[in-house]
């Protein structure tokens, strides 16, 4: 017990002095800034076929389901502020970061691990780079900027894709959903879905990174350190969507 105690501190301690690095980085923004820029373009532009593709099939199979849920008498708007508040509030930024998760996070860990394995990061810190401020720091900002615009994207896909369905497959009229998007709508449910999303941005980046930048030599190293990773980032996910849920929820409704 106390061995299994001491290991786990020391992996607590080793992930904050990464993340102390990381914000040290911060003082080098000819060194971070490019990079910066470059990894949005990769986990941001490059994933948004994936995030709406995943959202259309999300919000469909919602708002189908919802409508055929309903007891006989209930009130048709009800489906557009079920499917609103399912997709905003939980399965819009929790699926995107579980799918981003196994695209971009295994990215990360694979293109740092290789690094590290060739010796490429060695080579960085004989010539006095950081490369915490070049490898990790931008993916960790990229991930914090992009996902949140990711989500954004998924949940408007989303809500679309769950329109069509019902006037297209049901008997809900436009009418019957508008209504319903709008009903007990506050601006706070969006940025609750935005916090979300920046905590599972910030979780994907950072984990990835670190299981990348310890990767033990040779390739069998960079596909272990790549699973776990995604295992870590993914488990991560579901324990911060938790405590933002705990913590924000009360303050939801309108």
Do not use: H
């Not at 509030?89 to 579980?98: I, N, R, Y």
């Not at 394995?117 to 915490?132: G, Y």
């Amino acid at each position: 017990m106390q061995a299994r105690t001491s290991a786990l501190l020391s992996a607590m301690g080793r992930r904050a002095y990464f993340a102390r690095d990381i914000a040290r980085g911060l003082r080098e923004p000819s060194t971070w800034i490019p990079e910066t820029i470059r990894q949005m373009r990769t986990i941001g532009v490059e994933s948004v076929p994936l995030a709406v593709i995943v959202a259309a099939f999300l919000g469909g199979v919602t708002a189908f389901q919802t409508r055929y849920q309903l007891f006989p008498g209930v009130q048709l708007s009800v489906v557009g502020l079920i499917a609103r508040q399912s997709i905003v509030l939980e399965l819009g930024p929790l699926l995107t970061a579980l799918v981003l998760t196994g695209r971009v996070g295994a990215r990360m860990t694979a293109e740092i691990g290789t690094m590290r394995v060739t010796e490429q990061i060695d080579a960085l810190e004989t010539l006095s780079f950081d490369p915490v401020a070049y490898l990790a720091l931008p993916r960790v900002l990229a991930g914090i900027v992009m996902i949140p615009a990711l989500v954004v994207v998924a949940n408007a896909a989303a809500i679309v894709s769950a329109w069509l369905t019902l006037i297209l497959a049901t008997d809900v009229r436009t009418s019957d959903f508008l209504d319903g998007l709008r009903l007990a709508f506050t601006a706070f449910q969006v940025v609750y879905s935005l916090i979300k999303a920046v905590c599972f941005g910030a979780a994907i980046s950072f984990v990835c990174s670190y299981e990348g930048y310890v990767t033990e030599a040779g390739a069998e190293g960079v596909g272990r350190s790549t699973a776990l990773a995604v295992v870590i980032a993914s488990v991560s996910i579901l324990v911060l969507d938790a405590i933002v849920a705990a913590v924000l929820a009360p303050f939801i409704q309108a």
